[in-house]
């Protein structure tokens, strides 16, 4: 059998032949971590090229890409800004043209051949020669053009009526609000509805009432004369008339107009519009419409003014112009509702070729025959 050594006379002999257990193991952990604080310096030059190379890839191109993203998303909203900035500018230098647009020989688009895609407009440009394009457009373009040689008398007196049931200005912006709307709604009573006046007298026909109809036949019936197709809206005025009687051009004008929205301020838009002679709530909806045609469809503008297109195409389809169209989709379907009011649902020809079929027929009257409203 061993000798039995208590712990305490194992832990002497050990100290005394200089083991020193704790003290090797802290000296171990020490150098250990020195070992590790200086690893980096140990390696050798190419292998701490390759450590800081591996560390690029993984950490530094991630913050390079987002710094691209970025840069990138700022530059295209600069570049989108300068292109409608000088879309608008360009446009505003532009002179109102004077005298209605034609489709070809027509004083419109005839509806068969209005869809670029149409199968007869197709089949037809293939054979066609222009003495054969001029007689076919002849032949199928209504017979009566629109009346739109109204004197200046006649439009002074129309601007001088006055609407004692206007439409209310709207604190809302149609195009960007959903919710916003009229009230009581002007959308009620369908695609045949008209906007009728109501005269208080038929011998001064200085004021009169507006009330809308589900058709035509209804609101003769009720004693109205139609002033435009659609129901009654911000532009329905007899004042508003006599500014689309009196400006054949108004996209041009309009466009000035909106110049100051964009690029000014909303007021200065409104008061624009209203220096053209519109009513305070048609100028507010006509603003509304400007601005949101040249954040829709800017860049679209710009290049088509840039190649200088024209508003139509040739005949027989005469297409509208990208920017035109762009404008007809994003801004057209809510202007419609809120103004009531177009020169083609008044039946005046403008400066841009437009379907037959959307000229309503109209022949405006300063002191119609109609029955007053109670």
Same mark, same amino acid.
């Given at each position: 059998?061993?000798?039995?050594?208590?712990?305490?006379?194992?832990?002497?002999?050990?100290?005394?032949?200089?083991?020193?257990?704790?003290?090797?193991?802290?000296?171990?952990?020490?150098? +250990?971590?020195?070992?590790?604080?200086?690893?980096?310096?140990?390696?050798?030059?190419?292998?701490?090229?390759?450590?800081?190379?591996?560390?690029?890839?993984?950490?530094?191109?991630?913050?390079?890409?987002?710094?691209?993203?970025?840069?990138?998303?700022?530059?295209?909203?600069?570049?989108?800004?300068?292109?409608?900035?000088?879309?608008?500018?360009?446009?505003?230098?532009?002179?109102? +043209?004077?005298?209605?647009?034609?489709?070809?020989?027509?004083?419109?688009?005839?509806?068969?051949?209005?869809?670029?895609?149409?199968?007869?407009?197709?089949?037809?440009?293939?054979?066609?020669?222009?003495?054969?394009?001029?007689?076919?457009?002849?032949?199928?373009?209504?017979?009566?053009?629109?009346?739109?040689?109204?004197?200046?008398?006649?439009?002074?007196?129309?601007?001088? *009526?006055?609407?004692?049931?206007?439409?209310?200005?709207?604190?809302?912006?149609?195009?960007?609000?959903?919710?916003? *709307?009229?009230?009581?709604?002007?959308?009620?009573?369908?695609?045949?509805?008209?906007?009728?006046?109501?005269?208080?007298?038929?011998?001064?026909?200085?004021? &009169?009432?507006? +009330?809308?109809?589900?058709?035509?036949?209804?609101?003769?019936?009720?004693?109205?004369?139609?002033?435009?197709?659609?129901?009654?809206?911000?532009?329905?005025?007899?004042?508003?008339?006599?500014?689309?009687?009196?400006?054949?051009?108004?996209?041009?004008?309009?466009?000035?107009?909106?110049?100051?929205?964009?690029?000014?301020?909303?007021? *200065?838009?409104?008061?624009?519009?209203?220096?053209?002679?519109?009513?305070?709530?048609?100028?507010?909806?006509?603003?509304?419409?400007?601005?949101?045609?040249?954040?829709?469809?800017?860049?679209?503008?710009?290049?088509?003014?840039?190649?200088?297109?024209?508003?139509?195409?040739?005949?027989?389809?005469?297409?509208?112009?990208?920017?035109?169209?762009?404008?007809?989709? +994003?801004?057209?379907?809510?202007?419609?509702?809120?103004?009531?009011?177009?020169?083609?649902?008044?039946?005046?020809?403008?400066?841009?070729?437009?379907?037959?079929?959307?000229? &309503?027929?109209?022949?405006?009257?300063?002191?119609?025959?109609?029955?007053?409203?109670?």
């Amino acid at each position: 059998m061993g000798v039995e050594v208590s712990r305490e006379e194992a832990i002497a002999k050990l100290r005394e032949s200089g083991g020193g257990g704790d003290k090797e193991i802290a000296t171990k952990r020490k150098s +250990k971590s020195q070992s590790s604080a200086t690893g980096s310096s140990s390696k050798s030059p190419q292998a701490q090229a390759q450590q800081q190379a591996k560390k690029g890839l993984m950490g530094t191109p991630r913050l390079s890409w987002c710094r691209l993203f970025w840069c990138c998303s700022c530059l295209a909203v600069v570049v989108g800004a300068i292109v409608v900035t000088l879309y608008v500018l360009d446009e505003s230098d532009d002179d109102p +043209k004077t005298t209605p647009a034609q489709c070809g020989s027509c004083h419109c688009i005839v509806d068969e051949y209005y869809s670029d895609n149409s199968t007869n407009a197709t089949e037809f440009l293939e054979t066609a020669n222009n003495q054969t394009l001029n007689s076919s457009l002849s032949s199928s373009c209504p017979a009566n053009a629109p009346f739109t040689n109204y004197s200046q008398d006649f439009i002074a007196a129309l601007r001088a *009526q006055t609407a004692r049931n206007p439409y209310p200005l709207l604190d809302c912006d149609p195009y960007t609000d959903a919710l916003c *709307q009229f009230f009581p709604t002007n959308t009620e009573l369908g695609l045949d509805a008209v906007c009728g006046l109501h005269y208080d007298d038929t011998v001064n026909c200085s004021t &009169y009432q507006l +009330k809308s109809y589900v058709n035509r036949d209804t609101a003769e019936a009720a004693g109205a004369f139609v002033t435009h197709k659609g129901e009654c809206g911000a532009c329905s005025t007899t004042q508003d008339l006599s500014v689309y009687m009196e400006s054949l051009d108004l996209t041009t004008l309009g466009t000035r107009c909106g110049t100051k929205a964009t690029l000014g301020s909303y007021e *200065q838009g409104v008061q624009c519009f209203e220096s053209l002679g519109f009513t305070s709530p048609c100028a507010d909806i006509w603003t509304d419409n400007a601005r949101n045609t040249a954040q829709q469809c800017g860049a679209l503008c710009a290049a088509s003014d840039l190649i200088d297109e024209p508003a139509n195409g040739p005949a027989p389809t005469c297409r509208l112009s990208d920017c035109l169209q762009c404008d007809e989709s +994003k801004s057209g379907p809510i202007f419609k509702q809120f103004a009531g009011r177009t020169r083609r649902r008044s039946g005046l020809l403008s400066a841009i070729a437009r379907p037959c079929s959307s000229l &309503y027929p109209i022949q405006h009257q300063v002191c119609p025959k109609t029955t007053p409203l109670l």
